[in-house]
């Protein structure tokens, strides 16, 4: 049996950009350091000041809808940039 090893891609600059805003908004001081696309989400790892790295992993449907507006998906993302910080 072959073992696969899938390699993560990285996000397009728009989201990039579009969670370092979010996260400008949000009541931590950090930076993005990398957006990469998975399966089924966004893998986003961000150095937050005094706490080192924070990885988190998004929902493409949230993010996808929150790029739209959706207050829920907003909502949603901000939740899980905060969970952890």
């Known amino acids: 049996m072959e073992a696969r090893t899938t390699a993560?891609?990285?996000a397009?600059?728009?989201?990039?950009?579009?969670?370092?805003?979010l996260l400008q908004d949000l009541p931590?001081?950090?930076?993005?350091?990398?957006?990469?696309?998975?399966?089924t989400a966004y893998l986003?790892?961000?150095a937050l000041a005094g706490r080192g790295l924070s990885?988190?992993?998004l929902s493409v449907w949230d993010v996808s809808r929150s790029m739209r507006g959706d207050p829920n998906a907003?909502?949603?993302i901000r939740a899980d940039l905060l969970r952890g910080a």
Do not use: W, Y
């Open 74 to 76: 907003l909502a949603s």
């Open 44 to 46: 986003v790892t961000l």
């Open 8 to 10: 993560n891609k990285p």
């Open 28 to 39: 931590i001081k950090g930076r993005v350091v990398s957006v990469e696309v998975e399966d």
């Open 12 to 21: 397009p600059v728009k989201m990039v950009h579009f969670i370092a805003e």
């Open 55 to 57: 990885v988190h992993q």
